[in-house]
């Protein structure tokens, strides 16, 4: 594995297509564990405010509910929330080392996994799914922290209040992109994954925030009307079409499953554990923490929304206005929201920044542009290390993530898409195909048959999902004309 990049120490050139969140090497020898990387710190918490910072998507689970209705919604999202953790457990268990499993060198990512238990095509395949992936997270976040920062804008607000919530009020979303995009450059020159803890708190802080306040205004919504809304099914034809209702009810499945979309980063994350404990005990336990907090809160976010809104459930419980009063409250839900995305944005984009940086040192490891870091004193902390090729590459990443989100209207639709096209790929097949072959189960086996039934019945799932979205889609594109 290679190190910091500042020292001129670099990739082999077989190593190729590997996303890490390297912990770079500094300082003496009694610094070093037995991979020669520099001693970690993580533990189960910071571990678990990673997983929760990673994880999105929480206010538009009302809207999916809406569309499935009270038996099929809470019962997908408690399938997704088990099956996510349980390929979660078996990712971890065949990514722990590679080779031998006790002395085997540890791997640090999720690639360097596949790599090592799967090769070959499907190792390049899940390269690219996962750097497209973590570049739609990207605009994905983008586009919702700006639906954010409008909801905050007074004058906007000020008009839906007037309108009782029918003057459409529009306004141009790209300034608040760009504003975000800003923040993001100046964020994205943390150069290592270790110094973004306290953004991770701060962040899983920020989404037990907003979450607590929409919970919060569902049930107040719902003391005001005296009525519980919603239905067995969900949002009834009439409301909407039949050909409609089954979109619908496809793309929920793609909203419900990027609420769940973050085990692809769990392996960089354990890169971070301190041992001992195995890195894997701590990740398992981790992830089971994570999985059960931000459950419960989905569940009670969903529910409480759907009940208070029924088919009018918004695709966005605090931006869709469907609340109006206290704007203050609104207001700090919403600034959570953003301030929760721009450190999402940042675990989500660190590997892909990584994985570029290295395969740059790799390729051109005499360029000072790319491998120089160059100190600047800061008073009262230890120097900024700034590195040229970082600040050129990751700025151009983010205007590029700016710019196409302009140009991309529709937030769940998108959201649904994101959901889809990585859960099957990222979080079931390859945890399970790698747990397959660490764990050399026979094929044919009733333990195969049950995992290939499992992942085949998630790649449906996929399928239906993507195809409700992008239905979707095209719907808002052909209302824009």
Known sequence: MGENTGNNNYLPQNQ?????????????????????????????????????????GILSLAWA?????????????????????????????????SGDPVNGKRVYTFMSAVRSKLGGVKFMICGLGQYLNLFGVAIGYTIGSSMSMMAIDRPRSNCFHIGGGKNPCRVNSNRYMIGFGVVQIIFSQIPHFDQLLWLSIVAAVMSFTYSTISLGLGIAK????????????????????????????????????????????????QGTIKSPPSEEETMKKASLVSVVVTTL???????????????????NLLTGFGFYNPYWLLDIANAAIVIHLVGGYQVYCQPLFAFIEKQAAARFPDSYFITKEIKIPIPGSRPFSLNLFRLVWRTTFVIVTTLISMFLPFFNDLVGLLGALGFWPLTVYFPVEMYIADQRIRKWSTKWLCLQILSFSCLVITIAAAAGSIAGIILVLMSDY
């Not at 003496?28 to 910072?53: C, F, M």
Request: charged share 10%; with cysteine; glycine share 10%.
């Open 297 to 315: 809160f989905y569940m009670l976010c969903a529910c409480s929304g759907y009940v208070a809104f029924g088919d009018l459930s918004p695709g």
């Open 222 to 269: 719902v003391a005001e009307t005296g009525t519980f809304r919603g239905s067995l099914t969900g949002i009834s034809i009439g409301t909407v079409t039949e050909t409609q209702k089954i979109w619908r009810s496809f793309q929920a499945l793609g909203s419900i499953a990027f609420a769940y979309s973050y085990s692809i980063i769990l392996t960089e994350i």
């Open 16 to 56: 190729v297509f590997d996303l890490s969140l390297d912990v770079h090497t500094q300082g003496g020898s009694n610094s070093l564990d037995d991979d020669g990387r520099l001693n970690r710190t993580g533990t189960v918490w910071t571990a678990s405010a990673h997983i929760i910072t990673a994880g999105s």
């Open 65 to 97: 509910i809406a569309q499935l209705g009270w038996i099929a919604g809470p019962t997908v999202m408690i399938v997704f929330s088990f099956v996510t953790h349980y390929t979660s457990t078996l990712q971890l268990a065949a990514s722990y080392r």
